[in-house]
């Protein structure tokens, strides 16, 4: 009975919400600063930059009376009071990469109106799956009632030391600089080895190189195998990315591409290095714990609405 309520209330709401326009990009980011309820995803893109991708809307609505109070002060034009945006970046997953809301007693049916609107068009660009990390605690008492599942979660990894233990070679691979024309492969080598939700794209992988701390590929008599992409903070890096080709996982890449990045952070004096990875993502976690990174307990949820 409370969802059906919850999505009856949305549906009175969905008239007043509408896709967002360049022309609302102030109010947006005044609504980053200024709401009650704000997620933002970690992202290499800008928050704002999702206005120009589509799958962003807001909710405006309807404007004052022209002779009311309201009307007189503010004009008649109706005022953007809270935003979702989502992104595929590639398809068929997408992540909430925006949110921004008031707190009232109707904040969670304005969530489900926004959402209702943009789940057909998610599902019209073939998006099977929407992904939400909440990185702060008020969306999680919403999201089972508005279809989410939470299957997965992040732990957060770090190493307080850069030594890097005794670890196979293999003569024949070598680490390079990531360079542009990389980026196709490197989706494609993404596209094996992980599920939908946690791919990265040509495009985004390029988009995350041009701010990236380090960026590396592992070639394997002549072929990508592998890479790594790292972001520095002060005296911390924080190892964003770690890809290795299915066919080879198991045979050392990751060991040599993971004290590679060491040995440049300890030449760039780093002291300190973190990442994160799905708490049932068990090879990985036994790598980092080789390495001498420790899990910290700091956990986030990762909820899933399946759209299919």
Known sequence: MEIANQWAGATNLKAQVRPAMSSDKRDIVRLMRMSDYTHIHLDWRPPIDWLERGGFVVFAPSAPAQDSLAGKLFGN??????????????????????????????????????????EGTLRDTAVTQLGWLTMQPWPNKWLPELGFARPYEIETYYKENLQIPTHKTLPDLTIRQVEPDDMEQLAAIESLAFEPLWRH???????????????????????????????????????????????????????????????????????????????????????????????????????VKSLE
């Open 77 to 118: 034009q109706p005022e953007v009071r809270a935003c979702l945006a989502v992104g595929a970046d590639p398809p068929p997953a997408a992540w909430v990469r925006v949110v921004c809301l008031q707190r009232n007693g109707r904040s969670e049916q304005v969530l489900a109106a926004m959402l209702a609107e943009l």
């Open 201 to 303: 794209s040509a495009e985004g992988l390029l988009f995350a190189s041009r701010q990236a701390f380090s960026f590396d590929v592992a070639e394997w008599n002549g072929r990508i195998v592998g890479f790594q992409l790292s972001s520095r903070s002060g005296e911390n890096a924080h190892l964003a990315r770690m890809t290795v080709l299915p066919e080879v996982q198991g045979q050392g890449v990751g060991s040599v591409l993971l004290a590679h990045a060491l040995q440049a952070f300890q030449q760039h004096d780093i002291r300190y290095v973190s990442l994160n990875t799905q708490t049932d993502n068990y090879p990985s976690q036994a790598l980092y714990k080789k390495f001498g990174f420790y899990a910290t307990g700091q956990r986030l949820p990762v909820w």
